[in-house]
């Protein structure tokens, strides 16, 4: 099968765009898709970041320190964006006015300020694809609770609770980073950080909160800066908001977590979904599993827990038997991202990547919690556009 290639240009060559890289490389593993990433021109203020990839991928063109010179490549069709959040608006502009389509990562924008600005920029740029990073829906067990939730399967919801957890800043000598900035990671902090995540599924179900009261955390006050000092930590390690969910038929509490300090978990992401008729949830930390609870009036209340088949939104050829893991979902996500880019809105399997509306939305929950978090209050989330 003769695949339609996409060129891609990367700008930030740190490690998520090195897992961009992988996954390109590892495009074979896809059974029946005809659509195929190559990356032609990379880009980074550090001249190392990009040595990798010339070193590395072969198909690699270019490289380049200053991003207008990428966007400037004609050979560019689309671009995988992976930056400090401050520097989001301005480079992400920059890339929709270039016509280049735009897999960018979260939290779009450093503020709501910020995300507006990229929100205008599509409206003025409607015929270019922008979509938001975010791999973690495309687990097979994920995926089952998407299945279960489009066919009405839980009836009344009671709670829904999710979170994205893990632990690389417990370790109180670790060096200060750009996330523990206001100036370069914003006031968020591990909101903006990982919060997308957690909100990606919730606002594709339409359970947009109505209100949220937030409890934000910080453990560690101060890291070594590098240089024999100590810095401050300026951004937020941990939060848990407390959301009350308004549909059009029923109302339920939802909690939503997102921290760095998370004693034992590497990298955790779930969610769980209480109904009156059927209850679900799914971890990273269990990849392989999936736990489920039908019940009926009078029925017994059991909790089955069954292995999740490797089951992928696109078809591979790995056997049923083996595990998902992470890797496996951040190719998943770019071929859904390159499914439609070359689908003409016929996309072999219907869930699409993180969409910018939804990352707006995540904008006006981050900016609510940090309300809460000055008043003490719970603040109501005014969805109106």
Known sequence: MEKKQIRFGVIGCGLMGKEFASAAARWLH???????????????????????????????????????????????????????????????????????????????????????????????????????????PFFPGAQQIVQWVNENRFGRIIEVEAGFWHSSDLDPTKVINWKRRIATNGEY?????????????????????????ALLSKIVEERPDGKGGQAACETWDNAILACEVETADQKFPMVLSTKRIAPGHANTWFIRIQGTEFSAEFTTKNPKQVASLPYAPGGVQAWHVADAPYKSAYGTITGGIFEFGFSDSILQMWAAFCDELTSGGQMQQPFRCATPEEAAGSHRVFTAALESQRTGQTVAIDWRD
Not at 96 to 111: N, S, V, W
Not at 196 to 201: A, G, Q
């Open 30 to 136: 896809l059974a029946d898709v005809d659509f195929q990433p190559s990356i032609v021109a990379v880009c980074d203020a550090n001249p190392a970041a990009t040595q990798w990839f010339t070193e590395h991928v072969p198909s690699v063109q270019a490289a380049y320190s200053d991003y207008k010179e990428l966007l400037a490549d004609e050979s560019v069709d689309a671009v995988y964006c992976a930056v400090p959040h401050n520097l989001h608006a301005q480079i992400y502009v920059d890339i929709i006015q270039a016509g280049k389509h735009l897999l960018g990562e979260k939290p779009f924008g450093i503020d709501a300020q910020a995300n507006a600005v990229i929100e205008q920029a599509l409206r003025d740029n409607p015929g270019v694809i922008v979509r938001c990073s975010s791999e973690f």
């Open 189 to 213: 902090g591990c909101m903006g950080d990982l919060g997308m995540h957690v909100l990606h599924l919730p606002i594709r179900f339409g359970w947009k909160p109505a209100n949220v009261r």
